[in-house]
């Protein structure tokens, strides 16, 4: 079983900037791709980005030129660094863990999830 937690989530102003952190369990976790997806009310789940087990980092159009991902395969950890947000960026942001390798865009590719954690941001 893979245990997911985000942290970092908060208030911030348009224009600022904001870190996610992701924290999982796994025997594996070297060799699991992760994931960020996010959700605002009424929407459905978007991809955010991902990064695989080598490191390599793939993005939805929205946050490409604006954040980044890194990946720690020791601490088991993924961070989502955000910057210039918008308001149109506010959402609960999850991490998530699949077991297999590759780019993954669909939420349906991933077999374990976090609870969430809130992003808002004010105009």
């Known amino acids: 079983q893979v245990q997911v937690v985000e942290s970092g989530g908060g208030l911030v102003q348009a224009g600022g900037s904001l870190t996610l952190s992701c924290a999982a369990s796994?025997?594996?976790?070297?060799?699991?791709?992760m994931g960020w997806f996010r959700q605002a009310p009424g929407k459905e789940r978007e991809f955010v980005g991902g990064a695989l087990s080598g490191g390599w980092t793939y993005f939805g159009d929205f946050a490409k030129g604006r954040w980044s991902i890194s990946r720690d395969n020791d601490k088991k950890t993924m961070v989502l660094q955000m910057n210039k947000l918008q308001p149109d960026d506010t959402a609960v942001y999850y991490c998530?863990?699949?077991?297999?390798?590759?780019?993954?865009?669909?939420?349906?590719?991933?077999?374990?999830w976090g609870q969430g954690t809130q992003v808002t941001v004010s105009s």
């Open positions: 998530a863990v699949a077991r297999a390798t590759g780019e993954r865009y669909h939420p349906n590719a991933y077999e374990y």
């Open positions: 796994g025997r594996f976790f070297s060799s699991f791709g």
